[in-house]
């Protein structure tokens, strides 16, 4: 008779260099994953919507946060506040004045050429 080995599965969440929760080895976000899940998809049908994902790692993951309610609520409150923070410091550094006219005066540079 054989066993079944039961080990612990490794999240496929992963924290990218901008403090996101991503889903496995994709872009995809936590927050759009349980976004999705909470408009009622289930995870074949989020799977459909974003193929880079593997069918596992979306149960893993909707697995983590049931069991993780109140510390995944806290981080989706965070994110609108971060994702504001991030385009106030993006805003600070790059000048975008202008930057319309720049680009059509150089696209016109070049149909004219030198």
């Known amino acids: ?34 976004g999705s899940y909470r408009d009622g998809n289930t995870a074949e049908e989020i799977v459909q919507q974003f193929s880079s994902l593997t069918l596992a790692d979306v149960h893993a993951a909707i697995a983590f946060c049931l ?14 506040r971060a994702a504001g923070d991030t385009r106030r410091r993006v805003k600070a550094v790059s ?11 150089r696209q016109l540079a070049r149909k004219t050429g030198p």
């Open 67 to 80: 069991t993780h309610v109140p510390e995944v609520e806290m981080y989706l409150r965070q994110r609108p």
């Open 95 to 105: 000048d975008q004045r202008g930057l319309r006219d720049r680009l059509l005066a």
């Open 1 to 34: 008779m054989s066993t079944l080995s039961i080990t612990p599965l490794a999240s496929p969440l992963r924290i990218d260099g901008a403090g996101v929760v991503r889903v496995g080895a994709t872009r995809v976000t936590l927050d759009t994953l349980v």
